[in-house]
């Protein structure tokens, strides 16, 4: 979870309010968040916030405003928005399939304190790092505009043909020479890989503001004390993110005082905002709840106005008729997946401390299920064989269930509203997982034998809910030596145990070498596969070894036995 740091008398400035410590950790209720710590010495209070979906928070500005708005029932006005303006930045068409998106804004009439710009970097690096997954899918960057003359330009350029002094560094180098020498290239370059154009951005004189997602350049992306006038963008690979960044740098200069003049974006190819795009800009939507949900959700009976009170505190424009509330969230959140998100922030606006819980009328006693039973003895039986088990995520990428797989594409069971390309997607296999440990673990000691019992997710048209979740067993061997002999010695050994006869049949898939790939059959009934993974594959991971696998259906194994 995000952690940040923010000096006491600034969060102090921004609420307009003294505290205590402690009355701070009473408001912070309302921000998931918590203190956990406090240095008098320096003012510095380190605060850990507990809702990865809501980026806004991830700052001082966008604590202070949210405690603010519910302790004064009174919400800022953000007149910037859908404002005209003069103000235009240029993409150029080569940018399609290199980093597309582009959203700006300018930020006028502000003094650049030392708070102002500690807080100005921090919440451009937790936004770019955390929610832009290490700057692959966003990158920010904050500039002096009073050096800098519109219209600007987002083209991509030649790597050896530009070169500019980046932050940092008193010479000139071309954008090649960023990539293998500055400290910023070495750590973001992989971004870039495979392409033979680089973004860059310049102005109507062609100044060189940055080479994004990498560095700014000194002379104009270079922020100091004292600063009066700002220009900020955000460059990335999804629209609605890079629009929320800059959505979020916006309302946060404007809580300090900065006036912000909007940015127009003009694209050469079309995206699902159109080619011609305002930023800031407002995208949220209705949702629509009714009455009778929240009174269910909360197990308390609810009055309109309370509804209409505490939401509108939290930050939501608020309408209700016949039982019905529209409510429309601000402008710097996008993580409203369902009306149930509305129905968790009316409680955390309420106060969690203020419900009275109510003791269980039944009283049973639990027990396993027979897939746990069973998924229990998978799990003992590869431990008794020798494999060390892993526990991962079921959420993923794309590009590991289907580009580093092999695969074409395929239906997945996708995130709406996805917050991060990492998570993007629900895995319909267990092998990519257990790949993934397996390309991290290259200074182990060989052999390596992994196993993995877990959940994955398929999609399915004929389920109410258009997929179903399944519970897969995988396991996997690698060593200068692996082959699909000694997996399938693993495999004998696990469905003797299982007191099931099974037989293997040749088939192809992209993941595995041709010839050295099997189904898992049990009583004419296909309940997994066997294979060595394709060298192809086993590249795009960068694993130093041959791997074999297994990957069986612990649901299907559980009916067959019945």
């Known amino acids: 979870m995000p952690t940040i740091t923010v000096i006491k008398n600034d969060l102090e400035n921004l609420l307009k309010k003294k505290f205590t410590i402690g009355r701070l950790e009473d408001y912070l209720k309302w921000t998931k968040g918590e203190v956990k710590g406090y240095d008098e010495k320096t003012d510095e209070i380190k605060l850990e916030l507990n809702d ?9 500005e966008g604590i202070a405003r949210q405690i603010r708005w519910r302790l004064t029932n009174k919400k800022e006005a953000y007149p ?10 240029i993409v150029s068409k080569e940018l399609k399939d290199i980093r597309p998106y582009v959203a700006a804004c300018t930020a006028t009439g502000i003094k650049v304190t030392d708070n102002i710009l500690t807080q100005l970097i921090q919440t451009q690096e937790k936004l770019s790092y955390i929610f832009g997954r290490k700057r692959h899918g966003i990158a920010i960057g904050v500039y002096n505009l009073e050096k800098i003359r519109f219209p600007i330009y987002y083209k991509a350029v030649n790597p050896d043909d530009v070169s500019f002094v980046p932050l940092g560094f008193e010479e000139k180098m071309n954008l090649n020479k960023i990539l293998s020498e500055h400290p910023k290239g070495k750590e973001f370059g992989g971004i870039l890989n495979g392409k033979k154009l680089y973004p860059l951005l310049t102005d109507s004189e062609n100044k060189i503001l940055s080479f994004p997602p990498i560095i700014n350049s000194r002379e104009i ?6 600063d009066k006038n700002l220009f900020i963008e955000a460059t990335g690979t999804d629209i609605r993110l890079v629009i929320l960044a800059i959505n979020i740098m916006a309302a946060n200069l404007s809580d300090r005082g900065a006036k912000i003049e909007p940015v127009q974006i003009k694209y050469p190819y079309t995206t699902e905002l159109g080619k011609a795009t305002l930023t800031p800009l407002n995208f949220s939507e209705i949702v629509t709840i009714s009455h009778a949900d929240i009174e269910k959700a909360l197990g308390e009976t609810w009055k309109d106005k309370d509804i209409k009170t505490y939401l509108t505190n939290y930050g939501y424009e608020i309408k209700i008729k016949n039982k019905k509330i529209a409510a429309v969230p601000p402008f710097f959140r996008d993580d409203l997946m369902h009306p149930m998100d509305v129905i968790e922030d009316l409680a955390i606006s309420k106060g969690y401390d203020t419900f009275k819980p109510i003791m269980p009328h039944h009283f049973t006693v639990g027990s396993l299920s027979d897939i746990e039973f069973l998924s229990d ?17 079921i959420l993923t990428s794309k590009n590991e269930l289907l580009t580093k797989m092999n695969l074409p594409d395929e239906r997945l069971v996708e995130i709406s509203n996805v917050m991060s390309e990492s998570y ?25 034998k ?13 389920d109410d809910m258009g997929s179903s979740t399944i519970l897969n067993a995988a396991c996997l061997i690698s060593h200068p030596n ?12 696990l469905f003797y145990y299982l007191n099931l006869e099974y037989k293997l049949e040749p088939f192809k898939h992209p993941s595995f070498i041709d010839g050295r790939v099997g189904r898992v059959i049990v009583k004419n009934e296909t309940i997994g596969l066997i294979g060595e993974i394709h060298p192809e594959v086993i590249e795009k991971w960068g694993i130093n070894c041959p791997c074999a696998c297994v990957e069986i259906s612990v649901n299907k194994i559980l009916n067959l036995k019945r």
């Open 221 to 226: 992306g270079e922020v100091k004390v004292g």
């Open 424 to 448: 993007s997607v629900l895995r319909n296999s267990l092998v990519p997982s257990l790949l993934r440990v397996e390309a991290e673990s290259s200074k182990a000691f060989y052999p390596h």
């Open 482 to 493: 692996a082959n699909f002999s000694e997996m399938h010695s693993y495999l004998d050994i």
């Open 80 to 89: 910037f928005l859908n404002k005209k303006t003069r103000n235009e930045l």
């Open 52 to 60: 990865s979906n809501r980026p806004d928070l991830w700052c001082a």
């Open 377 to 393: 003895k998978v799990r003992e039986l590869f431990v008794g064989i020798g494999f060390q088990e892993i526990i991962s995520n």
């Open 450 to 462: 992994i196993f993995e019992v877990g959940e994955a997710a398929v999609y399915d048209e004929n």
